[in-house]
């Protein structure tokens, strides 16, 4: 039991100082140049961000991949 503490410290020690020696900019899952994907309501598509048609909606935006998807959306009773 109390070999399993001390191994479980161990592990934390060793994954702070590898944290530690990291740049301050974490891992390359977080990098800004991935762009972040949206998924299209109405076809259930994933679309990045950037590309998307945007449309607000009661306060809320939703994306699209289309202008056609976009207007099937709005036409939509909610
Ligand atoms: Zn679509």
Known sequence: MRFLVLAGLLLAAIWMIRRSMRPASS???ESADTAKL????I???YVPVD???QVNKQGKTHYFCSDRCAAAFQQTPD
């Open 27 to 29: 891992g390359p899952s």
């Open 38 to 41: 949206v998924q299209d309501p």
């Open 43 to 45: 076809c259930k598509t």
């Open 51 to 53: 590309s998307a048609i």
